[in-house]
C-alpha cells in the first residue's frame, strides 16, 4: 500500500496493490485489510505510515496477523526501526 510508483513495482510483479492519496486513506485501508482472512500481510510504504505509525503500532499489538511491513518506497531512505521501543509500547512496559 501506497503511491503509484510504490504499488506499481508490486503489481508488476504479480502482488496486489491498493493505492493510497494520504496516511489518513492508507490508515483506513489497513483496518479493512484487519478483517480479511485472505490478508496475511500488509506491506505499506514508509512515507505514507511514517504519520500514522503510532496507530499501526497499536494495530500490530493487538494482532499477530496480518502483519504489517513498513518499506521504503522508491527513491526512499531507509529508517532504522528501534524494535525494542516497539515492543516496549505493545506490551505497555
Known amino acids: 500500500m501506497g503511491g503509484k510508483a510504490f504499488v ?5 510483479s504479480g502482488v496486489l496493490g491498493s ?7 492508507a490508515l483506513g485501508q489497513v483496518e479493512r485489510f484487519l478483517n480479511d482472512p ?3 500481510l500488509i506491506m505499506i510504504s ?3 505510515a511514517k504519520p500514522i505509525r503510532a496507530d499501526l503500532t ?7 496477523v496480518p502483519l504489517i511491513y513498513e518499506v521504503p518506497g522508491p527513491g526512499g531512505e531507509h529508517e532504522k526501526v528501534e524494535y525494542r521501543s516497539m ?5 505497555g512496559v
Request: hydrophobic content about 40%; proline content about 0%; overall charge positive.
Open 8 to 12: 506499481t513495482g508490486f503489481v508488476l
Open 46 to 48: 514508509s512515507e505514507i
Open 87 to 91: 515492543l516496549r509500547q505493545i506490551l
Open 19 to 25: 493505492y493510497a492519496s494520504g496516511s489518513s486513506e
Open 58 to 64: 497499536s494495530m500490530r499489538a493487538k494482532r499477530a
Open 38 to 40: 485472505q490478508v496475511g
